[in-house]
């Protein structure tokens, strides 16, 4: 990963945003960033790591500037090598929570900077720390302990104990995928094969039934249904034949009733039209009348109007002529007073608003001596504050000086030699040793213990192991002989009783349908009895009605001939009336009328023509009868002839079958069929089970042999062991005497008889001295920061009393001009408020002249009004002349239109007006009947033309349908059942082919999940990570002690020991080993910088890109000038390993070893923050 640029604000001293460009500062492979103590250089690395991870190094709560409400960090970044390098920009802003106190984040987002543009690719706080991690491989801890060492970090890598230094490896280097990555693998395969030969046992329990036997039972039932399908096919074409042939006249006369009812319906309807139709004459008359009635009531109205507007205009015009009289009046009066007093006021108002400015360049003045009052009291209050500052700062100067000079004396007090110290350091690296050796030999006698009694227990168990082999090789002998023998007695073949059930099962079907017919039999001889007595009653009741019809046609003929007798002798009567004495008949030419006929009464021609409807009326029903009896008796007919057909065919289907041998054949073979089949069963069962038991003999016999196996080899191996053992416990105990005198030789030295309490006695002190110089420098800066605020404070109190004694002589001047002032305002104010005496005298002029104004504008006003109404007043009286001569002529015509209409009343005519949408309405109503009546006549006459006196039984035809789908019901289902029979025939021939290809595959799965239960157990407990670890651990140890040596000259190197703990080895005290612990200050910086620095250059960010800059923020000023420019020589012989290395410090002698520097000024007491800007040397 390499740095490129940083955007800092609001964050602990910074405050303005501060840009650093590290593509500019990285360019020479090594730089730093100098600046006094607090000026923020360490919030250089706070910032990369808070906006990477969200947090800083320091773990600090109030690291948000006090004088900002928000922080915001962008870091840009490469990372990756050659096409695989990419770009990022990471930015956050965290703002203070002023409700609940501490810190929200109010933008966390992370982007790629690609050829196309900008790629968003997380913007939630939690989603960008994840994808952070994902792409540097590094967590925030690894970060600081490894790439950026921020203050109190620097040695944690080093002093870290052994399980977390093995996780921090673990993730640097990628060696997850060695442990538990390669663990779940393993384990992750195992459980899916483990999870496949589930499934493939699962699948194999699907197909439990799936035999060659199963396959024949379904072949023959599969012909079966076919058989019974054809049957009910052909029988199913018959009937709809026969529903086509009858199906038009079925519809027909269906719609033929619907039209009758509906013409049922209209007659009933007829008076209502006939209403209708004169109600539309009536209104059509009434509209002519209505525009005369419209125009006669419009006139009267306006009339009334005018009238009343003829009143309004005379009360007006009293009103008004009475208004401008008063008004001339109260004008006169005005005019007077605006002439004497406008002239005076004007003089008054110039010389107060004169007297207006001097009060306002009095205030002006007055406020301006206000402010500097103000100022005189703050500037006393802060000279008082000041010089009580300025005597605090000196008494904690004082007091500063006193506290070092403490510390320095106790530092000298508690030192200790270094002769003393080296000596104590050997003495307990040696008893660390003895007692690690001790350790071991402790181990391997109890290990070879251990191994011993396991080798007694693997004998003992192999022993056992070989004894139940041999007994289950014998179980398994003699039940191989069993099943041997049950195979020979086998009983039916599956095969031979399916042909057996085959003809059971024809022999059922064939019971069924004698059934079915013998029913149907009994059935249709009921039905052809009741349509036989049915047709005799219909028989009777047409001779009866033709009877009927034969007798009223011939009273219908009679009544007739008398009607036209009666009508002839009527014309004679009439003609006979209008012959005259002397005039010669029409008829006979006679002059001479002699017995003349005489004219019948209308009413008895009325009374034999009405006769004659009723007849005639009857004759119609009577014929209407006839035809319907006679298509019902021709329905009957049809009816019996089927009925017939189907009883002669459900005879011909029961001929040669008897139902009682035939039920008595079935029972038989049932018991037959049940009893081979339990049989079947029974062996079928006893077969499975012992060949589950052999199975389970041989799955047995196969694990003991394995175990065998197993425990042979380790036992050979655990022999092996402990021959190892036995060797390796000699060297030990060889070492442990060695070390156990020499320890006692120190102990009689040096007279301490506990090595581990003096060293710790010793680092207690070393901590301590290391303590109170920093406390020291600590303290030295604060004195020097207190003196540099003396002299602040020494500065500003001057500034006050110099500004403090130039008030003073400024106030007394605006004193002596306000005095002026005051006289020359009270001359033209007379002691009264200046603005409210402008105010009072502009307001009265304003008055009189807006009054006179006002006064004119109505007087003109009021005229004008008095003009205008005169003129309304006979406009009115000329239209009330012209209205009533108007309303004159139209009453004139509207009565003339009445009479016309034949309307007494304009009334009556108005009650028989409707509107049009209603007139409208009606006559569609009333054309609608019409064509609809006409319409349902000429069908109703189609449809009898077409009948021609058939009809079809309501009831057959539903009977005919019913049969149909009952039919049509049956087929479906007999399809379904041989789509489903043949399926299950195609799925039973693939599923044979599954079963064995299963059968294979679960041999297989059960090997490898045998071979990955072996890997898994190798696997466990991390041992591979750790063997990895430890080898990369000292890989990084060799490179870091060789950098060690040659910083420190060849005196120090690292070693691991063997619980992979560091050590630190002295090689000019005799190459004393010391633990880390025991390291002074400056050891220990030199021993970490070592360390991060190899570990660093190993580090492969994500296993793929290498780390490309290192980050460090302490220690350099435990350093002496010699050892300071060793160190600085090794950092700069990094550049050579395209590493770019960062350091952070306030010593002056590294400015001038690094070629790009960073000056980070400090923040001012004006509130700027700090500040940064990139120098080169």
Request: aromatic share 6%; charged share 45%.
């Amino acid at each position: 990963m390499k740095p490129i640029r940083l955007k800092i604000s609001g964050l602990n001293s910074f405050t303005e945003e501060q840009v650093i460009n590290f593509e500019l500062l990285t360019e020479k492979g090594l730089f730093g960033i100098f600046g006094p103590t607090g000026s923020g250089k360490s919030t250089i690395i706070d910032a990369i790591t808070l906006s990477m991870y969200g947090k800083i190094p320091r773990n600090s709560k109030d690291f948000i500037n006090t004088d900002s409400l928000s922080t915001s960090v962008v870091y840009e970044f490469e990372i990756g090598v050659g096409t695989e390098r990419r770009r990022y920009i990471v930015e956050r802003n965290i703002k203070k929570d002023l409700k609940n106190g501490g810190y929200k984040t109010t933008l966390a987002r992370l982007r790629e900077i690609t050829a196309e543009g900008e790629k968003v690719l997380a913007e939630k706080e939690r989603e960008v720390h994840q994808k952070i991690v994902e792409i540097i491989g590094l967590t925030a801890e690894d970060f600081t302990r490894s790439v950026v060492l921020p203050q109190g970090k620097f040695s944690e890598f080093l002093k870290l104990s052994g399980r977390e230094r093995r996780d921090m490896l673990e993730r640097i280097f990628g060696l997850e995928r060695y442990g538990n990555d390669l663990m779940e693998k393993v384990r992750k395969v195992k459980n899916e094969k483990a999870l496949l030969l589930g499934m493939v046992n699962g699948e194999l329990s699907r197909y439990e039934g799936v035999t060659e036997e199963a396959l024949k039972e379904a072949l023959a039932k599969l012909e079966l249904l076919k058989e019974e399908e054809k049957n009910l096919s052909a029988e199913r074409e018959e009937l709809l034949k026969e529903r086509e042939k009858l199906k038009e006249i079925w519809e027909r006369q269906k719609e033929l009733n619907q039209f009758l009812e509906k013409k049922r319906l209209l007659d009933e309807k007829a008076s209502e039209i006939e209403v209708k139709r004169g109600k539309i004459e009536k209104a059509r008359k009434a509209l002519s009348v209505k525009p005369y009635i419209d125009s006669v009531e419009e006139t009267e109205k306006k009339l009334l109007l005018n009238k009343k507007e003829l009143e309004k205009h005379a009360k007006e015009l009293e009103e008004v002529s009475a208004q401008l009289e008063k008004i001339e009046k109260d004008y006169e009066i005005t005019f007077r007073e605006k002439e004497e007093k406008i002239p005076l006021l004007i003089e008054k108002e110039e010389r107060l608003k004169r007297a207006v400015q001097i009060e306002d360049e009095i205030k002006r003045l007055s406020e301006e001596r206000e402010k500097l009052l103000t100022e005189y009291k703050n500037l006393e209050s802060n000279i008082k504050r000041l010089e009580e500052e300025k005597e605090k700062l000196f008494l904690s100067i004082e007091n500063l000086k006193k506290n070092i000079a403490e510390k320095e004396e106790k530092i000298v007090s508690i030192r200790i030699s270094t002769e003393e110290k080296e000596n104590v350091f050997k003495a307990f690296e040696l008893e660390k040793e003895f007692e690690r050796v001790k350790r071991e030999r402790e181990e391997k006698a109890y290990k070879i213990e251990e191994i011993e009694k396991l080798v007694e227990k693997q004998k003992g168990e192999y022993e056992r192991i070989k004894v139940e082999l041999t007994e289950k090789e014998e179980e398994l002998q003699k039940e191989e002989s069993i099943f041997n023998l049950l195979e020979v007695q086998k009983p039916l073949s599956s095969e031979e009783l399916f042909n057996f059930q085959k003809e059971l099962e024809s022999k059922r079907l064939k019971l069924i349908e004698a059934q079915r017919n013998k029913e149907l039999e009994e059935k249709l001889e009921k039905t052809l009895k009741e349509v036989l007595e049915e047709r005799e009653k219909l028989v009777g009741e047409l001779e009866e009605t033709e009877r009927e019809y034969e007798e009223k046609g011939k009273a219908l003929d009679a009544l007739q001939k008398e009607i036209e007798e009666i009508v002839r002798k009527n014309m004679a009567g009439e003609l006979a009336e209008g012959l005259e004495e002397g005039m010669p008949c029409p008829v006979c030419g006679s002059f001479h009328h002699i017995n003349l006929a005489k004219k019948v009464d209308e009413k008895l021609i009325e009374e034999k023509k009405k006769l004659e409807r009723g007849l005639r009326t009857e004759r119609e029903v009577l014929q209407e009868k006839l035809i319907m009896l006679k298509s019902q008796l021709s329905g009957f007919t049809a009816k019996e002839e089927i009925s017939r057909a189907e009883l002669e065919k459900a005879k011909e289907n029961l001929r040669g079958i008897d139902l009682e041998i035939l039920r008595k054949e079935i029972e038989e073979m049932e018991v037959k069929f049940k009893e081979e089949k339990e049989k079947l069963e029974d062996w079928a069962k006893e077969k499975e089970e012992k060949e589950k038991v052999l199975k389970r003999l041989k799955e047995e016999k196969g694990q003991l042999a394995l175990e065998e196996a197993r425990i042979k080899e380790r036992l050979q191996k655990d022999l092996k062991l402990l021959e190892e053992y036995k060797l390796s416990f000699e060297g030990i105990e060889r070492e442990y005497q060695s070390l156990l005198k020499e320890l006692e030789n120190w102990k009689e030295k040096l007279g301490y008889a506990n090595f581990s309490e003096k060293v710790e006695e010793i680092n207690q002190k070393e901590k301590l001295i290391e303590k109170l110089r920093e406390e020291v420098e600590s303290l030295k800066k604060n004195l020097e920061e207190l003196n540099i605020k003396r002299e602040k404070v020494l500065e500003d109190l001057n500034q006050l009393i110099v500004r403090k004694t130039q008030v003073v002589e400024v106030g007394k001047e605006k004193r002596s001009v306000l005095e002026k002032m005051q006289k020359e305002l009270y001359s033209y104010s007379e002691g009264k408020d200046v603005k409210k005496y402008l105010e009072d005298v502009q307001k009265e002029r304003a008055e009189i002249l807006q009054r006179e104004s006002f006064l004119k504008n109505r007087l003109e006003e009021e005229r004008r009004k008095k003009q205008e109404i005169e003129s309304k007043k006979v406009s009115t009286l000329e239209n009330q002349i012209l209205l009533t001569n108007m309303l004159k002529e139209q009453i004139e015509k509207l009565e003339l239109s009445l009479s016309k209409e034949g309307f007494k009343t304009k009334e009556e005519a108005l009650s028989f007006v409707i509107s049009s949408e209603e007139m409208s309405e009606i006559e569609i109503e009333v054309k609608r009947f019409e064509n609809e009546y006409t319409s349902l006549v000429a069908n109703i006459e189609r449809l009898e033309g077409f009948l021609k006196g058939r009809q079809i039984e309501e009831e057959h035809w539903n009977r005919l349908e019913e049969r149909i789908r009952e039919l049509e019901e049956i087929l479906t289902g007999k399809r379904k059942e041989i789509g489903a029979t043949e399926k299950a025939i195609h799925d039973m021939k693939e599923n044979l082919k599954k079963v064995e290809e299963l059968t294979k595959k679960k041999k297989e799965l059960e090997h490898v999940i045998d071979m990955l239960e072996e890997l898994d157990k190798l696997f466990q407990g991390n041992k591979f990570v750790d063997f990895i670890a430890s080898k990369q651990l000292k890989y990084i140890t060799f490179s870091a002690s060789k950098r060690l040596k040659e910083i420190s000259r060849s005196r120090y190197a690292l070693e691991i020991d063997s619980e992979n703990n560091f050590v630190m080895r002295d090689d000019f005290n005799g190459g004393v080993r010391r633990s880390v612990d025991t390291l002074s200050g400056g050891e220990t910086f030199l021993t970490s910088l070592s360390l991060a620095l190899a570990l660093s250059s190993h580090i492969q960010l994500k296993g793929k890109a290498p780390l490309e800059f290192f980050f460090l923020d302490e220690g350099f000023g435990s350093l002496d000038s010699e050892l300071l420019d060793v160190v600085m020589t090794s950092l700069e012989r990094l550049k050579k390993d395209k590493m770019v290395v960062g350091i952070i410090s306030h010593v002056e002698e590294l400015k001038d070893r690094v070629p790009v520097k960073l000056i980070v000024t400090p923040p001012t007491v004006s509130g700027e923050g700090s500040k940064v800007r990139i120098e080169y040397t």
